[in-house]
């Protein structure tokens, strides 16, 4: 079990982006096609842009045409929490972070083979790291 970080709004604030407190913190989304990492294509990591847990590898990142970064498995399954979610008139399921609590997106069961999962993620919320050269 991941332990947990517990932070203030105001320390959050202190900590992040305006862009990244709004989604993490307030769970918002941001716009389709505009995040910097839905057509990211590099090999590497993804990290929770709020603590550092590492949440995703490009290696299961694929385009789901949706405009945001879309994966369909995290790197452990500890890595993220899931809730059920009734905002919007519609019902989803919610991804946080297991270690901050932060907003991530929301996970739906029409991804690619082998999970046929879709963890449609927001790129505020995240932070790549580009796999090293070997």
């Known amino acids: 079990m991941k332990s947990s970080i517990k932070k203030t709004e105001e ?10 407190f709004y989604i993490l913190r307030k ?16 090999k590497g990591t993804y990290y929770c842009a709020g603590c550092g847990n590492p949440l995703f ?4 990142k ?3 045409g949706t405009g945001w970064p879309s994966f369909f ?6 890595s993220i929490e899931t809730k059920t ?9 919610e991804a946080s972070c297991s270690k901050c609590k932060g907003h991530l997106g929301h996970i739906f069961d ?6 046929n999962m879709r963890y449609c993620m927001n790129s505020d919320a995240l932070k790549f790291k580009p796999k090293e050269s070997s």
């Open 57 to 60: 590898d490009s290696e299961t």
């Open 11 to 20: 320390d959050w604030k202190k900590i992040l982006t305006k862009e990244q």
């Open 27 to 42: 769970k918002g989304t941001e716009r389709p096609f505009t995040g910097k990492y839905w057509d990211n294509h590099q």
């Open 73 to 78: 498995a995290p790197i452990e399954n500890s």
């Open 85 to 93: 979610d009734y905002s919007h008139g519609i019902i989803r399921t």
């Open 110 to 115: 029409d991804g690619p083979p082998p999970t």
């Open 62 to 64: 694929f385009d789901s």
